[in-house]
């Protein structure tokens, strides 16, 4: 028997010699129990050897033996979701805690510990499935899983918690990619620009190295892939989806799948799953791509998602033929979040109008029953709590088309409705009530059935994987596997593949090392951050300026360089919704636009198509004839005043797509545009200066102006007229340069339209 003794945690391991290693806290009053030379945790206590104690049994028989040994308080708490949590805890705003009543820095407290609020839900309320977002350092992050795993293992049968993340290799644009060196965690391009590469190999390579850095940080569970075709070019979630086009999206979402869940030889336990296995958790059935106005359900002013194209079964494509179609031998995607959105009019059955996760039609018989869906649904964070009056705040409850429903009812509702489990939780209260109003309904037999049969397909994710076995890890082991020189030689490989470019007039590009290069300060104005805190205006280089000095010269003074670099983002305006407009008599709803200049939108509908009856709302959610500004105009004017200043001399424009973007207002004026969707900046370095040839593609349209994307229909894909260039080059889906010119080749063949 080895032992690791880690913070509080005396952790003990025994080996099989023909099964798994066991691991469990020696404070935990866990036992183990030998049978015929083999070795069981005895996780309730009870002396002997149950059958979800056994591993060689499948994971479906041990999650049934469990699941009936729970009781209703034990289940309601596994159906919980936690609200986000991080490492250290944070001591204010939204997702703050304390540690001993006290805020992180008052109380001592190391990193690793559990705060009062993880200690609370994990011991009373019984909630097993936690969401992290920041962690301090590997380590940490490994000695705080080791924490509330012996905890969890102290407690009643024992059931591990199951961690979990949304997204977290983005990269760090300013930093330094060295070979041979690590970092925090390995970068990689965003989704858009994983689908710019048009290689979903690439996006099985990231899902293949993203589940060991995950299972080294002590997650479990992948909160993405986000599969929604991104079917309105104006939806702020658009640089998290892999694009438009229902094939692309489709491959890349099930490579993406494979990669996090598959184990294989001795990593393997069953079926494709084992201890490298991240169980995905796929999002947002059946599809949130296609809001009104391109207004996102975030938000109570975007809870709309309309198909005025009739499209809306092309949406489930990358689900029905991806998600649930996988190549690898786990064959479905563990977990299904629903988006926020209600669809409107896509009820066949009831023709409810209510958000996705409240629909029977959605849930129970289009994915559980016509797509023979029986693994988890988890609803979108937040859906049960109250609605806040700002139309444009992030941090309301989101409980679409069932605002006059109570909490409990509410989630009553989604467990009718074929709901498993409620993201951003932490209470299992009102599931209890909801217990109770199904029992008056139904009787008790019915509803603990109904209990257990979510409780078996949550278990399943976590047996599966092996964390009842052994869900503690060894932090030296964590710090050695995250971040380390090979994956971030993967994922900057990844980075370089995903940049496109998109012009390179009287081939420009690359550049000489000995040419003077000015790169023109940037200004942010003033705006809001994701979560609505204020951020400052500022003026800032846009890139790592020392960094670029190894490539090129730089200077200062654009009269004396040979060629500007001017480096924007995307326009962005906001939510599509303004308080002002409401104060001022308005209907409160403006444009969403996606070009620089202030915007007016002339060719927008008279009427919208959906709306809130309430009194407290507005039936026409209609813009038409209002105009739009945007935070960062700044960048069109930046470039059109380097142009000036250059005085004839060359300048290249590099744009970070967020979502695509009217470039009419300054391609001409421009040499030379690359475009990219998240890179570090040496990775655009090498691109310019030719150490790296282009090979990107667009994975979506560029627009012609605003007028084709008022006149293009939320759900549908490709349908708008696309910006042609001064040389002549459509900015359409599928299209990028090499050195050579216009790129055609096996991805374009497969994909172009």
Not at 185 to 207: N, Q, V
């Amino acid at each position: 028997m080895q032992k690791e003794i880690t913070t509080n945690v005396e952790i003990a391991y025994v080996t099989n010699k023909d099964g798994p290693t066991l691991g469990y806290s020696k404070q935990s009053g866990v036992n183990i129990i030998e049978q015929d030379g083999m070795f069981f945790k005895d996780l309730n206590k009870n002396g002997k050897i149950d059958r979800y104690e056994d591993w060689r049994l499948s994971p479906e028989e041990r999650a049934k033996d469990l699941a009936s040994k729970m009781t209703i308080e034990q289940i309601a708490g596994l159906m919980l979701y936690s609200k986000h949590q991080s490492i250290p805890a944070s001591s204010k705003g939204w997702m703050s805690s304390t540690y001993k009543g006290r805020s992180y820095e008052e109380s001592g407290a190391n990193p690793w510990d559990l705060t009062d609020e993880q200690y609370d839900f994990i011991k009373n309320d019984h909630l097993r499935h936690v969401l992290i977002t920041t962690v301090e350092s590997p380590e940490v992050a490994a000695k705080w899983n080791n924490e509330v795993q012996a905890l969890a293992e102290s407690i009643g049968l024992g059931i591990p918690t199951n961690n979990s993340s949304d997204p977290r290799h983005a990269s760090d644009a300013s930093s330094e990619f060295n070979a041979g060196s690590g970092g925090v965690i390995s970068m990689w391009p965003e989704p858009l620009g994983l689908a710019a590469t048009f290689d979903p190999t690439i996006a099985e390579k990231f899902g293949d190295i993203a589940s060991k850095e995950y299972r080294a940080l002590g997650m479990t569970t992948a909160l993405s892939p986000q599969i929604d075709l991104a079917t309105d070019p104006r939806w702020f979630r658009f640089n998290g989806t892999f694009g438009e086009d229902p094939q692309l999206v489709t491959d890349m979402g099930r490579a993406y799948i494979d990669g996090f869940q598959s184990s294989s030889n001795e990593m393997e336990i069953e079926d494709g799953w084992g201890y490298e296995s991240v169980n995905a958790m796929v999002k947002h059935w059946p599809g949130g791509g296609s809001g009104e106005g391109g207004r996102d359900a975030h938000y109570g002013c975007g809870k709309y998602a309309v198909y005025p194209g009739g499209n809306f079964n092309e949406h489930l494509k990358p689900f029905v033929e991806g998600a649930f179609k996988l190549n690898g031998k786990t064959a479905k995607a563990s977990a299904v979040m629903p988006y926020y959105t209600i669809s409107v009019n896509q009820d066949e059955t009831n023709g409810e109008n209510v958000g996705n996760s409240y629909n029977t039609f959605l849930i129970q018989d289009l994915l559980r029953s016509q797509h023979n869906y029986d693994e988890v649904v988890c609803t979108d964070w937040m859906i049960t709590a109250d609605e806040v009056e700002q139309k444009d705040s992030f941090l309301s409850g989101k409980p679409w088309g069932v605002e006059h429903l109570s909490v409990a009812e509410r989630h009553y509702k989604l467990l009718m409705a074929g709901v498993d489990q409620f993201g951003g939780n932490n209470e299992s209260g009102p599931i209890l009530e909801a217990y109770e109003i199904g029992v008056a309904e139904h009787g008790e037999s019915f509803m603990r059935k109904r209990f257990e049969q979510s409780a078996v397909r949550l278990l399943k994710n976590l047996f599966r994987i092996g964390l009842f076995e052994n869900p503690y890890l060894k932090p030296v082991e964590s710090k050695r596997v995250v971040g380390n020189s090979e994956f971030m030689r993967t994922g900057y490989d990844a980075q370089l593949k995903s940049i496109v470019m998109l012009k390179n007039k009287e081939s420009l590009l690359p550049l000489s090392p000995k040419m003077k290069v000015y790169v023109p300060k940037r200004y942010v104005a003033k705006g809001k951050d994701w979560f609505g805190n204020s951020t400052p205006e500022r003026y800032e280089d846009p890139v790592n300026i020392e960094l670029l000095q190894r490539y090129v010269q730089v200077t200062s003074n654009p009269d004396e360089a040979d060629v500007a670099i001017v480096f924007i983002q995307s326009p962005k305006s906001g939510t599509g919704y303004s308080e002002e407009d409401k104060q001022n008599g308005g209907n409160g709803y403006v444009p969403i636009s996606l070009q620089y200049k202030p915007y007016k939108a002339e060719l927008a509908r008279d009427v919208s198509l959906a709306g809130d009856s309430r009194k407290d709302d507005v039936l026409n959610r209609g813009y038409q004839g209002k105009t739009v500004r945007t935070e960062n105009e700044s960048d069109l004017t930046l470039i059109l005043d380097t142009k000036k200043k250059m005085n004839g001399r060359p300048v290249i424009v590099s744009l970070l797509i967020k979502n695509p973007t009217v470039v009419e207002e300054f391609e001409t004026e421009v040499d030379g545009i690359i475009a990219h969707f998240g890179v570090q900046d040496q990775a655009l370095f090498e691109i310019l200066t030719g150490k790296v040839e282009p090979s990107g593609l667009l994975p979506i349209q560029m627009p012609a102006n605003m007028n084709v994307v008022e006149e293009q229909l939320e759900d549908v894909p490709h349908d708008m007229e696309c910006h042609i260039d001064s040389e002549r080059n459509e900015y359409n889906f599928a299209f990028g340069l090499n050195w050579s010119g216009v790129i055609e080749d096996e991805r374009t063949r497969r994909y172009k339209k």
